[in-house]
């Protein structure tokens, strides 16, 4: 009689134990210390997050009730700064009968990078859909056209602005960086040499000292009569502060990759463009798209300088919500609290994109 064996599923090592207490006591309660540590932990923990939540929620003013903030100062937080002074924080000196223009231009503009971080709108259309959203844009916000009034750019401000610099900068930027870190590797002396000089001198100064001689010394260059605006100069400045820092990045992106690649598509008779287009720069950016995040993400948070040039973004147009009325200006950390909560919901989607791109050019390498 034949016998018919079935299989017996494995049987975990003896006195190993899986789930959540076992990963507690594997790594928070693995030691008398240990345990001690985490207790202690725990409850400063639980302390602080009860004290918070007093603060600012159980004690907290909602609305915009001066006299009731003013009676809970230092004991609640008062929200109704937000609820007073939200909009002027947000929209910052545009004026207040044409809001409606800096949230649609915005919204498209946030609309269009999303759609174009996803894969499914990778077309040769998309050039073009970024030069019609710029156009929108810049016609919305500045208008004197259309029938819309003239808004001139240094009353514009807020988070419109904040979005602006940083998207136009970024896409800028962008392949700036990577012309300059292949002109660093570059066997032409001369292109080497003007880029190194490039990110040398870009890179040793700060980012204020960029704006400040954009913004105050360009002007005294330029020929009598002629004059940039400043909103352009500013642009610029962050553009190529930006790239200097973003074509480090790339240029170790590309030191990262074997020599064997680009003597192989030699071997097969590429050019030079066509080995970096379709073989170098694939490899090097997906190597380092940490890195250029973090430099996206720290050029979104640096657009706070421009207030050095009388360009009041989202932190500068709190300074000058709250520094002009002396009845809502102690209560300036709760406004503080709520460009950080913009700050972080913006910077963690970057953030969240980026292990998302990770994760897809690592399923690609593996495929």
């Given at each position: 009689?034949q016998r018919t064996y079935q299989p017996i599923e494995a049987r975990p090592m003896p006195g190993q134990q899986t789930g959540a207490i076992a990963w507690l006591k594997t790594n928070l309660f693995s030691t008398p210390g240990n345990s001690l540590m985490t207790l202690a932990l725990v409850a400063v923990t639980a302390w602080?997050?009860?004290?918070?939540?007093?603060?600012?929620?159980?004690?907290?003013?909602?609305?915009?009730?001066?006299?009731?903030?003013?009676?809970?100062?230092?004991?609640?937080?008062?929200?109704?700064?937000?609820?007073?002074?939200?909009?002027?924080?947000?929209?910052?000196?545009?004026?207040?009968?044409?809001?409606?223009?800096?949230?649609?231009?915005?919204?498209?503009?946030?609309?269009?990078?999303?759609?174009?971080?996803?894969?499914?709108?990778?077309?040769?259309?998309?050039?073009?859909?970024?030069?019609?959203?710029?156009?929108?844009?810049?016609?919305?916000?500045?208008?004197?056209?259309?029938?819309?009034?003239?808004?001139?750019?240094?009353?514009?401000?807020?988070?419109?602005?904040?979005?602006?610099?940083?998207?136009?900068?970024?896409?800028?930027?962008?392949?700036?960086?990577?012309?300059?870190?292949?002109?660093?590797?570059?066997?032409?002396?001369?292109?080497?040499?003007?880029?190194?000089?490039?990110?040398?001198?870009?890179?040793?100064?700060?980012?204020?000292?960029?704006?400040?001689?954009?913004?105050?010394?360009?002007?005294?260059?330029?020929?009598?009569?002629?004059?940039?605006?400043?909103?352009?100069?500013?642009?610029?400045?962050?553009?190529?502060?930006?790239?200097?820092?973003?074509?480090?990045?790339?240029?170790?992106?590309?030191?990262?990759?074997?020599?064997?690649?680009?003597?192989?598509?030699?071997?097969?008779?590429?050019?030079?463009?066509?080995?970096?287009?379709?073989?170098?720069?694939?490899?090097?950016?997906?190597?380092?798209?940490?890195?250029l995040m973090n430099t996206f993400i720290g050029m979104f948070k640096d657009t706070s300088l421009v207030t050095i040039v009388s360009l009041y973004e989202l932190t500068g147009a709190l300074a000058l919500a709250l520094n002009a009325d002396a009845d809502w200006r102690p209560f300036k950390l709760e406004a503080y609290f709520?460009?950080?909560?913009?700050?972080?919901?913006?910077?963690?989607?970057?953030?969240?994109?980026?292990?998302?791109?990770?994760?897809?050019?690592?399923?690609?390498?593996?495929?």
């Amino acid at each position: 009689m034949q016998r018919t064996y079935q299989p017996i599923e494995a049987r975990p090592m003896p006195g190993q134990q899986t789930g959540a207490i076992a990963w507690l006591k594997t790594n928070l309660f693995s030691t008398p210390g240990n345990s001690l540590m985490t207790l202690a932990l725990v409850a400063v923990t639980a302390w602080a997050l009860s004290h918070a939540l007093d603060w600012s929620v159980f004690n907290a003013v909602f609305g915009a009730n001066l006299e009731a903030c003013n009676n809970l100062r230092g004991i609640g937080a008062c929200w109704g700064v937000v609820a007073e002074k939200g909009r002027l924080i947000v929209m910052g000196r545009y004026p207040d009968t044409e809001h409606w223009r800096p949230v649609i231009a915005t919204a498209l503009m946030l609309g269009v990078v999303v759609a174009s971080c996803m894969p499914r709108f990778w077309n040769k259309a998309l050039p073009l859909v970024w030069v019609v959203m710029l156009a929108v844009y810049f016609t919305l916000m500045k208008g004197g056209v259309l029938g819309l009034t003239e808004v001139p750019t240094d009353q514009w401000g807020g988070l419109p602005l904040t979005v602006m610099l940083t998207v136009v900068s970024m896409t800028m930027a962008f392949p700036l960086s990577i012309f300059v870190a292949l002109g660093r590797r570059s066997n032409m002396p001369a292109i080497k040499t003007l880029c190194t000089l490039y990110v040398e001198l870009i890179r040793g100064v700060p980012l204020i000292t960029v704006l400040f001689m954009a913004s105050f010394m360009l002007p005294l260059f330029m020929p009598h009569g002629v004059s940039i605006d400043v909103l352009i100069r500013v642009v610029v400045g962050i553009t190529l502060f930006s790239a200097a820092y973003m074509a480090e990045v790339v240029r170790g992106g590309l030191q990262a990759l074997p020599k064997g690649q680009t003597e192989a598509a030699a071997t097969l008779g590429l050019t030079y463009w066509q080995t970096q287009l379709k073989i170098v720069l694939p490899q090097a950016l997906t190597t380092v798209v940490p890195s250029l995040m973090n430099t996206f993400i720290g050029m979104f948070k640096d657009t706070s300088l421009v207030t050095i040039v009388s360009l009041y973004e989202l932190t500068g147009a709190l300074a000058l919500a709250l520094n002009a009325d002396a009845d809502w200006r102690p209560f300036k950390l709760e406004a503080y609290f709520f460009i950080t909560l913009i700050y972080f919901v913006f910077c963690f989607a970057m953030s969240r994109y980026s292990l998302w791109v990770e994760k897809r050019t690592a399923v690609s390498k593996v495929r």
